[in-house]
């Protein structure tokens, strides 16, 4: 079988090849485990998941090295520690676990190997001081950063300049930094923060470096693919190719770079910075489907927003409405061929309303729903109130004076003059 991918480095469909067909190495970025992940994080895991279970099916199970990584130590999981009061590890294995339960409910397979970047603090270390020995990275205020100006092919990967990489960096430019562009391998820590001895004073290591490190130290110096999201593309994945390369003598860290698309609410991605995300508990109790329905028939957040909304969803008896894949896009298409939503059809509504009443009272026809007194005349007492049913202030019929049309522009019949309701 002959596989193909999009190789983010070239911009090309190239055929794959292994460097050993007997140990194919691939390396994902995995969560920042301060927090529940939303069903945006679960994209990488779930199409990556499925490449190593291909690679797996071609060069053996026993021949494939998928390693998916662990942050677990960021600014954003000591804000969330001192805000409860706990160590890092708390908050840490607390949200590891149900990260992996998350993933385990979406059907996705495990990695091989599950690094954790404070087990691996000696090895970033050691890179740091080659990578200073070499003259690719210098030490200043207790900070390691790298030095951008010593790599030439910097930005290669994400083919951005210089303007745009100093505008896209995560930190502020510093007073001192060689260069604009230059990135933390190293940085101190306070007293209330966690931090490990190193030869520039106690401090943490920075987020691009550990990587680097966990994948050097579990797949080599070199490995076959290096996959995640196109959000990582820059400055992350831009870094640790030339953290990587320097401290390795010039190897080439990935052969294939590959990337999946965001998950998108109303064209924009899903992020925690823009409030528009949700939990995988909480899009699987609110649309009363399971994780798995999430994972390949919701093709968007929009959907399911949708069945969250709308109880027509819910029913099991709807037929399956066709799904539109963009072509040009990597994201997936949120516009459906039709939407059966209550509120775009009042005719929808009020049928709803009466299959709602006859299933509370057990009623089988139509007569018998006219009989019962749901939709009763009221001419001939004149008053509502002594025409109401008690089961009126759960289930609220939509006047029939308003005549609704079907779609097959067929008129309900026979139509009394007065709806029973509050």
């Known amino acids: 079988m002959k596989l193909q ?27 920042t485990v301060y927090n529940y992940v939303h069903i945006g994080n679960a994209r990488g895991p779930v199409v990556f998941g499925l490449l190593a279970r291909l690679l797996k099916r071609i060069y053996g199970a026993t021949h494939v090295v998928y390693a998916r990584n662990i942050t677990d130590v960021d600014d954003k999981i000591n804000a969330a520690a ?18 992996a339960e998350d993933m385990a409910k979406l059907g996705v397979d495990a990695p091989d190997v599950v690094p954790y970047a404070t087990q691996h603090i ?41 303007e745009d990489m100093i505008d896209g960096a995560r930190v502020e430019v510093a007073p001192y930094k060689k260069n604009a562009a230059d990135f933390v391998l190293w940085k101190p820590s306070t007293p209330d923060l966690p931090g490990w001895d190193s030869p520039w004073g106690r401090g943490r290591p920075g987020w691009h470096i550990e990587c680097s490190a966990m994948t050097a ?7 076959d693919i290096h996959a995640g999201g196109n959000d990582l593309m820059f400055p992350h994945h831009e870094n640790e ?16 770079w590959v990337h999946n698309g965001m998950l998108t609410v109303e064209g ?23 994780p798995r329905w999430i994972r390949h028939g919701a093709r968007s957040m929009a959907g399911i927003r949708r069945c969250a909304t709308c109880p027509l969803y819910r029913r099991r008896n709807l037929p399956k409405y066709r799904r ?88 309900i019949s026979p139509r009394p003059t007065a709806c029973a309701r509050n």
């Not at 991918?5 to 390396?27: C, G, I, K, W």
């Not at 690719?136 to 205020?141: D, L, N, V």
């Not at 190719?241 to 294939?256: D, E, I, L, P, W």
Request: proline share 5%; net charge positive.
């Open 5 to 31: 991918l999009h190789n983010t480095l070239t911009r090309r469909v190239e055929a794959f090849s292994a460097q050993d067909p007997s140990r194919v190495t691939m390396y994902l970025c995995g969560p």
């Open 82 to 99: 001192a805000e409860l009061g706990v160590p890092i590890g708390v908050i840490t294995q607390r949200y590891a676990k149900a990260y």
């Open 122 to 162: 000696d090895r970033i270390i050691t890179m740091c001081e080659r990578l200073i020995a070499d003259g690719h990275a210098y030490a200043a205020e207790g900070h390691v950063l790298f030095d951008v100006s010593s790599y030439a092919q910097y930005g290669h990967l994400s083919r951005r300049s210089r």
């Open 217 to 223: 130290a579990h797949l080599g110096e070199t490995i």
């Open 241 to 256: 190719v030339a953290q990587s390369t320097c401290a390795h003598g010039g190897k080439v860290f990935a052969r294939y």
């Open 268 to 290: 924009r991605k899903m992020s925690k910075s823009l409030g528009n995300t949700m939990q995988l508990t909480t899009a699987s109790r609110s649309t009363g489907r399971s």
């Open 324 to 411: 539109r894949f963009s072509k040009r896009s990597p994201t997936i298409s949120t516009r459906p061929r039709r939407l059966p939503c209550l509120r775009a059809s009042p005719t929808m509504h009020a049928k709803l309303q009466i299959h709602k009443y006859r299933k509370t009272q057990k009623l089988r026809s139509w007569p018998q729903v006219l009989s019962s007194g749901c939709c009763r005349s009221s001419r001939s007492s004149g008053s509502r109130a002594a025409t109401t049913p008690a089961h009126s202030t759960r289930h609220r019929c939509r006047p029939w004076s308003t005549r609704v049309r079907l779609r097959n522009s067929r008129r």
